[in-house]
């Protein structure tokens, strides 16, 4: 017989302090009748709880984009973290109970040199730049934003992927004690590029957005931005990184093969089953615009796929 | 006030009072809009509230009949053709946010839409069963059709019901929860007529009612 008395609270339930010593101003927000609503959305902490880290120096690079960068006020409570909740601003109200300090990333499979990293050793393998990416989400919907990372290629290199390496596959954290229990998603969440991709010069470890360390809702403290990539490619808070020699199971492709293709790359010919791919809403516009192949990345990423038929491949 | 039979003015005030809380969402959404806090994707949030309204609204109506029942408060049958309105005015909300600004009266991608994604052919299959229920939702449409076929008509909102679950259950991407609730409480207000139905079989054929291959011949007084 199993005898174990129960916690007296869940983790889950306690306040973080940041929200308990603004309780009263919660409280006085939230009094004003009909605007209640707004009140609460108000009363959220813009960027969640933790205090932001600047991020410097960071290199400008080519690859940025002058388009419009999108709010930033947007980016940080507009998340899909399906581990923190399938709503949008899930991850902004929930995502602050990860600790991402300390943090390490082991990376490992055909490797010459497997081993773990933890964040600080991360941060000295290249020097971090700025990278302002396009990013479309799979759901229609599209921001511009500056990231701070370094290409991933420089991890890889330091631990000699072998020759039998075709694959890369991204392990991210999952912790029951803070995350969703229910399995709407295989957890923990994985995702994969084809090596190639992931050695492409434009696919990002990314440490920070905006000048700031990575809110908590956005894939702190380390994520991948492939910015050619349908959003959900972009794995966040990665635990591990693998080589291997197979095509690896990802996450929505396990969930639905014939919705998520291992590929994903942004192409606007080619339907999500359920919705078209064609236009994009970029947040903070109210009108669509076109969907740009390889989310207009073509010029850089088109060779990776030649002679391949983007439909079968999608 | 007495619960079970209230004055004409009392239940006016009634009417008037379940209308005006049905617009709280509304004014909700509108002041949200207008001030900018329906967060970062604000023409989402719109389709989202007015979708799950229009449900809201279509179960609201359904189970009045089954409220009355339970509790024996028969006025309240006086509401359904304003809650099932309300619905309806939901369901122009959310079709017409979806028309104008997601797609910005874009008629390829709206045709395309409609006869190429499952969800939206049930939905606005949905929508347009429900346009012969607004347009017959008055006193003259009743006397004009007579009450059994106004009846038969209106017992349509039963399908259109489960197409908007449908709907809504075909679009998200994972995670059914929410729609599971809305088919959990649908099939709840459609099982008990269901099976009052079939306890009523059974008290008339115990009654002696005539029958015809097993069938109770429904008589109408």
Not at chain 1, 116 to 132: G, Q, T, Y
Not at chain 1, 158 to 173: I, L, N, R
Not at chain 1, 182 to 209: C, K, N, S
Not at chain 2, 70 to 99: E, I, K, S, Y
């Amino acid at each position: 017989m199993l005898i174990r008395r129960p916690a007296d609270i869940l983790p889950s339930e306690i306040t973080p302090r940041a929200l308990f010593e603004g309780r009263r101003d919660f409280i006085r927000r939230a009094g004003l009748g009909l605007a209640a609503g707004a009140a609460l959305w108000h009363g959220l902490p813009a960027r969640g709880a933790q205090a932001a880290q600047r991020l410097a120096p960071l290199q400008p690079s080519a690859f940025s984009t002058d388009e419009a960068r999108t709010d930033v006020g947007h980016a940080t409570t507009y998340n899909n973290f399906y581990e923190f909740g399938t709503g949008k601003d899930d991850p902004l109200r929930n995502a602050h109970r990860m600790q991402v300090r300390p943090w390490t990333v082991r990376v490992e499979g055909l490797v010459n040199k497997p081993r773990s990293f933890d964040l600080d050793e991360l941060l000295r393998l290249a020097p971090l730049e700025e990278r302002i990416y396009r990013l479309r989400c799979v759901e229609g919907w599209s921001m511009v934003i500056p990231w701070a990372g370094f290409p991933l290629a420089a991890l890889l290199k330091a631990v000699e992927p072998q020759g039998s390496a075709k694959y890369v596959q991204f392990v991210t954290h999952y912790d029951a004690e803070i995350m969703t229990r229910r399995p709407v998603l295989i957890w923990p969440y994985t995702e994969g590029l084809r090596l190639d991709e992931a050695l492409h010069q434009m696919t990002l470890l990314t440490f920070g957005m905006y000048g700031e360390v990575l809110p908590h809702q956005n894939g702190a403290p380390v994520r991948v931005v492939v910015p050619w990539k349908y959003g959900f490619k972009s794995a966040k808070s990665i635990v591990a990184i693998r080589l291997v020699e197979e095509e690896p199971i990802t996450a929505w492709n396990r969930y639905a093969p014939q919705e998520y293709g291992f590929y994903s790359n942004v192409n606007p010919e080619v339907s999500h089953p359920r919705w078209s791919q064609a236009t994009e809403r970029r947040i903070g516009e109210l009108r669509r615009r076109p969907t740009l192949m390889f989310n207009g990345y073509a010029e850089q990423v088109a060779q990776l796929y030649q002679g391949m038929d983007l439909k079968k491949y999608y | 006030m007495n619960l079970h039979a209230p004055t004409p003015f009392q239940l006016a005030a009634l009417k008037v009072l379940v209308l005006a809380l049905c617009l709280v969402p509304a004014a909700l959404l509108a002041h949200g809009w207008f001030a900018g806090t329906l967060g970062a994707n604000p023409i989402e949030t719109l389709q989202r509230g007015t979708g799950e309204w229009t449900l809201n609204m279509l179960l609201v109506t359904l189970a009045v009949t089954p409220l009355r029942r339970l509790t024996g408060l028969h006025w309240l049958q006086r509401l359904r053709r304003m809650l099932g309105l309300v619905a309806f005015a939901w369901a122009c909300a959310h079709l017409a946010n979806w028309a104008w600004l997601d797609l910005w009266f874009d008629w390829g991608a709206i045709a395309a839409d409609i006869l190429k994604r499952p969800y939206v052919t049930v939905g606005f299959a949905a929508f347009v069963l429900l346009l012969p229920l607004a347009a017959t939702s008055n006193a003259f449409a009743i006397r004009r059709l007579g009450g059994r076929r106004w009846q038969a008509l209106h017992r349509s909102v039963y399908a259109i019901a489960i197409l908007g679950v449908v709907h809504y259950w075909w679009l998200v991407k994972a995670d059914v929860l929410k729609p599971l609730i809305y088919a959990l409480v649908l099939a709840a207000l459609l099982g008990v007529r269901a099976w009052w139905r079939e306890l009523e079989r059974r008290r008339q054929i115990a009654a002696g009612a005539p029958q015809f291959k097993g069938k109770v011949i429904r008589i109408l007084r």
